[in-house]
């Protein structure tokens, strides 16, 4: 509405007049805020909602007599109905004339609708929204995981010490009572500088490859009260270049040298470094070679590397897949320096390690064994086929396991371990093992997609435990979700502690997809470890058992009616018997006939 001026008339009796300037005055101080502004001249006041408004005086019928004999002329400019609260309208009513009012061009206040987003810190999926459970992973919006790892609550709010913690605390100092020296032979290598590697910015959401990875490990590890406490840690340094260069390229590590200088930068579109990534690099491989050397001397047991950047897809010449340099090819090379003949290299990761399969495909003291997705070369990186099987003579020194699908779980994994990979690692007769342990086939992993459980894990950590008397250096790689891969974690390190893996395992029933992966592959390896060839034949003819029972299946689903049309066919039939039996009562005599 249009700024209008309302007069006010002079008023004869005095009584009423000063009875108006106390309404006036009263007025003055309410809608000014209890502030008095100079008269004579306009003014603009502030209402007690903070909207604007004009007040005028005419002075030009004052006589100087200030004593209230002549009333001075007030003139209101009407404020916008839009701009004052309902208690300014009520409280000030004789001021506003409502025969004035129009509402023809009253539009209603558009206001600015933010859409709320936020990250899940476990899985790192963009939510919408203001709820506060993941849409994803089911993780609350300010879980504890990074405090209290796997052991906190996933759907509720950290809320500091918990009864979690409490009966964790409590079982620890019961368990730590009850060990002795000799327990504490797992190490662990960790550095709290390789956390500063980063990416320095964020881009649509927050990289995957992140510190928090590290962070809920050790905060799960901790609350278990395995590290600190149960494992023994071992100090990091740096890897030399010479060491380097036994596994890379000058060039390439040169290349990586260089990122130390340079505040963000990137060697393919998802593999970024900053100015520490460098050095979180060289700790990690030389975390990683230390522990190999102190395994093998029997300084201690065994260990698990919990480090980043990951590494097994490090090439010789090129860094990709998040990963610097390849952190199990220089602890292979540490191992045989330490005095290991044959080192075997068991790579779990989601995506194939051909980084560590270039590196050594012309070794044959070196056998790599990768279970991976492939689907035919879609799935990242498109390597890892089961034709891959080392060159120049080392045929047989590498064993691709390819999935052909998504959601492998448990039964899978473990059924390619019965069959291939613990009787090839057995006839290859390893000093030293090392496991590529990325945990990013772990259920609920956002880029794996598929279905190991911690069990899974273990149990598999179990079976490599054996072959080598209990050398065994387990090397973090990738995982992306922070309640899979601490609770993962957690479980391999207790089987490393010695701790069981649980039930035993029964009879292990692979998928179609899985059993016709592991068969395909024993075809292949055939050639090179001859072991394979009675399990061959007896994986033939579960198979064409299991193809016959599929066929009479389908055989008997063609020649049977569905079950719809034999229900249809059985109510006809009972209509049909129901309707003649009602007839037939009706056509006999009744016995009060005549």
């Known amino acids: 509405m249009g700024s209008e001026t309302i007069k006010t008339g002079r008023l004869a009796n005095g009584e009423a007049q000063k009875s108006v300037h106390k309404e006036r005055r009263g007025l003055s101080s309410n809608g000014m805020n209890g502030k008095h502004e100079n008269l004579g001249s306009n003014r603009a006041g502030t209402s007690s909602s903070g909207e604007d408004y004009d007040l005028m005086m005419n002075t030009g019928d004052v006589d100087g007599n200030l004593d209230g004999d ?10 916008r109905q839009g701009d004052l609260t309902f208690q300014d309208i009520h409280d000030n009513r004789d001021f506003f004339d409502e025969d004035d009012e ?19 810190v476990n899985c790192t999926m963009v939510n919408l929204g203001d709820g506060v459970i993941c849409d994803l992973c089911g993780e609350h919006k300010d879980s504890g995981i990074l405090r209290l790892g796997c052991f906190a609550s996933p759907s509720s709010q950290d809320a500091g010490c918990s009864e979690v913690e409490s009966e964790m605390k409590g079982k620890n100092k019961e368990m730590h009572s009850q060990l002795s020296a000799s327990n504490s032979l797992t190490a662990i290598g960790f550095d ?23 962070r809920a490990i050790a905060a799960s590890l901790a609350t278990a009260g395995l590290f600190p406490g149960r494992c023994y840690p071992i100090s990091a340094r740096e890897i030399t270049r010479e060491e380097l260069q036994m596994v890379h390229s000058l060039e390439h590590i040169q290349d990586v040298e260089l990122t130390s200088h340079i505040f963000s930068s990137y060697f393919t579109p998802d593999t970024y470094a900053n100015e520490h990534s460098a050095c979180a690099a060289r700790l990690a491989a030389g975390l990683c070679a230390d ?86 070369g879609k799935f990242y990186p498109g390597t890892g086929s089961a034709n891959e099987v080392g060159r120049n003579g080392a ?8 999935w052909s699908r998504g959601g492998v779980g448990d039964n899978d994994y473990i059924f390619a371990f019965q069959n291939l990979v613990l009787p090839i690692a057995t006839e290859f007769a390893p000093d030293f093992t090392i496991i590529s342990a990325g945990f990013d086939a772990a259920r609920g992993d956002p880029l794996g997609c598929c279905d190991v459980t911690p069990a899974g894990y273990s149990r598999m950590t179990d079976m490599l435990y054996t072959l080598t008397g209990g050398k065994l250096l387990v090397i973090l790689e990738g995982g992306y979700n922070l309640r899979s891969i601490s609770s993962s974690a957690t479980s391999v390190i207790k089987v490393l502690l010695g701790e069981g893996p649980g039930s035993e395992l029964g009879n292990i029933a692979p998928s179609r997809a899985g059993l016709q992966t592991v068969l395909e592959v024993m ?71 005549s």
């Open 102 to 120: 129009d509402d023809s061009d009253w539009e209603p206040v558009q206001k600015h609708v933010e859409l709320i987003k936020w990250f899940c």
């Open 523 to 593: 075809k292949i390896q055939m050639n090179f470890w001859p072991s394979l060839g009675s399990s061959y034949a007896k994986l033939q003819s579960q198979w064409g058992a299991y193809c016959n029972t599929r066929k009479q299946i389908k055989k008997r689903q063609r020649t049977e009616p569905p079950i719809w049309w034999k229900w249809g066919r059985k109510r006809l039939l009972y209509h049909i018997l129901v309707r003649r039996l009602h007839v037939k009562s009706r056509g006999k005599p009744s016995l009060h006939s």
């Open 395 to 402: 045929e047989g020194s590498c064993v691709n396991i390819p």
């Open 192 to 214: 709290e500088r390789m956390l500063l590697h980063s990416e320095v910015q964020m881009k649509s959401h927050p990289h995957p490859e992140r510190s928090d990875r590290l």
């Open 291 to 376: 522990l190999a050397s102190t395994i093998f001397s029997g300084r201690v047991k065994n260990g698990f590397a919990m480090v980043r950047p990951p590494g097994h897809h490090a090439g010789v010449r090129e860094a990709m897949g998040f990963c610097l340099h390849n952190n199990a090819a220089v602890a292979a090379l540490a191992a045989q320096a330490a005095g290991a003949k044959k080192v075997l290299i068991v790579d779990w990761d989601v995506h194939h390690g051909n980084g560590t399969q270039e590196i050594f495909d012309q070794n044959k003291s070196v056998l790599y064994i990768s279970l991976h997705r492939h689907e035919g």
């Open 70 to 79: 002549v009333e001075p002329v007030f003139v209101c400019r009407k404020a």
